[in-house]
């Protein structure tokens, strides 16, 4: 049973295009995160989510909207596509009051063409 | 922003060697953390450090929590060829739901 899964594993789209990923934990945690992992694997953080509350948002363009309907899911919309947008994005989730690491779901690669 | 630099950047060993990587931070943390990631797959917790000075090991890794809580180290010894992977330190300021983890910039072995 995958702890953090997300869908689609690959998505290839064309410049414009409006997609969205989605991802389910089912580990019980209460905050999820979206990162971003650009071509030289340098993994950035885009928002994180806490009970359904976005607690962090880390400058992304207004392209990008995450929306919390639970807080076992957490998907990502992504507006006007554009060529830069093409990366590995990841979720993952972790329980704060643990203060444990963060684990990750295996990521969707976005390629805009 | 915080920034964390992992070096080396890259190594190629040979089977049975010892591996020593660090990151270092311009700022203090509360948390260190050590993943792993293969390819197609999302990074995977491999040791967890909460205080300055701490020593952990996880089978052939050891990592360590640095005095000034602005470095961190990890250690692999015996390596074998499923040790293949990027490895990235993490750092977390502080705990709460507004904390965060910032990764290094990974070492490719």
């Known amino acids: 049973d995958t702890a953090v899964s997300q869908t689609p594993k690959y998505l290839v789209t064309q410049m414009g295009n409006d997609k969205s990923i989605k991802c389910e934990q089912n580990?019980?945690?209460?905050?999820m995160y979206w990162y971003k992992q650009d071509s030289k694997k340098f993994l950035k953080i885009m928002f994180s989510?806490?009970?359904?509350?976005?607690?962090i948002n880390e400058t992304v363009p207004n392209r990008f909207s995450p929306k919390s309907p639970d807080k076992a899911h957490l998907n990502l919309h992504i507006n006007s596509l554009e060529l830069g947008d093409s990366a590995v994005y990841f979720c993952?989730?972790?329980?704060?009051?643990?203060?444990?690491?963060?684990?990750f779901g295996s990521g969707t690669r976005l390629t805009v063409v | 922003g915080q920034q964390l630099n992992q070096s080396p950047q890259s190594m190629f060993i040979q089977e049975g060697e010892d591996v020593s990587m660090n990151c270092t931070s311009s700022?203090?943390?509360?948390?260190w953390l050590w993943y792993k990631q293969e390819p197609g797959e999302g990074p995977v917790l491999l040791i967890a450090?909460?205080?300055?000075?701490e020593l952990t090991s996880n089978g052939r890794l050891t990592a360590q929590f640095g005095i000034t809580r602005k470095d961190s180290f990890l250690n692999i010894s015996a390596s074998i060829p499923s040790d293949v992977g990027i490895y990235f330190c993490?750092?977390?300021?502080?705990?709460?739901?507004?904390?965060?983890?910032?990764f290094g910039t990974g070492t490719r072995l």
């Open positions: 700022s203090i943390f509360n948390t």
């Open positions: 450090l909460y205080k300055a000075g």
């Open positions: 989510y806490n009970n359904k509350e976005l607690i």
């Open positions: 993952a989730s972790s329980q704060e009051a643990t203060n444990y690491g963060y684990t």
């Open positions: 993490a750092g977390r300021d502080f705990p709460g739901t507004a904390s965060k983890l910032t």
């Open positions: 580990l019980g945690h209460d905050t």
